[in-house]
């Protein structure tokens, strides 16, 4: 049957966003819709903004062998934190770290239910 849709997709993150500010000590949710706004800000600005910040540091990129990603990662989680209220990350490395525990977790939940799809 494929994979799941986008609002699957869509809740999953949103859940993935809430554990992960849960887990971290560095990252501050106010509430669980704070999450859902927080998971659309992060999407959108993955289709916006993150593919610019890739193109325009593309030779950093390739000098750092890709792991300036990490660091574009951050940025736009810093920059989600800028557009949510209720929603902080203390600094850089609380969002460097917040990106890839979102990115860990998400991809678990979604491999998980990915599993399931295949299974019907």
């Not at 600094?91 to 399931?116: C, D, H, P, Q």
Request: a positive charge.
């Amino acid at each position: 049957m494929g994979r799941p849709g986008w609002g699957t997709r869509f809740v999953i993150r949103t859940l993935s966003v809430f554990a992960t500010a849960y887990l971290l000590p560095g990252v501050e949710l106010a509430q669980f819709t704070t999450a859902i706004w927080v998971s659309l800000a992060l999407a959108v600005l993955n289709v916006t903004v993150r593919p610019l910040l890739i193109l325009f540091t593309i030779p950093l990129t390739l000098f750092t062998l890709g792991l300036f990603l990490l660091a574009i990662n951050a940025m736009v989680v810093m920059l989600a934190s800028d557009w949510v209220d209720g929603f902080s990350v203390q600094g850089f490395w609380s969002a460097l770290v917040f990106s890839m525990v979102l990115t860990l977790i998400s991809g678990l939940l979604e491999g998980n239910v990915r599993a399931k799809f295949k299974r019907r």
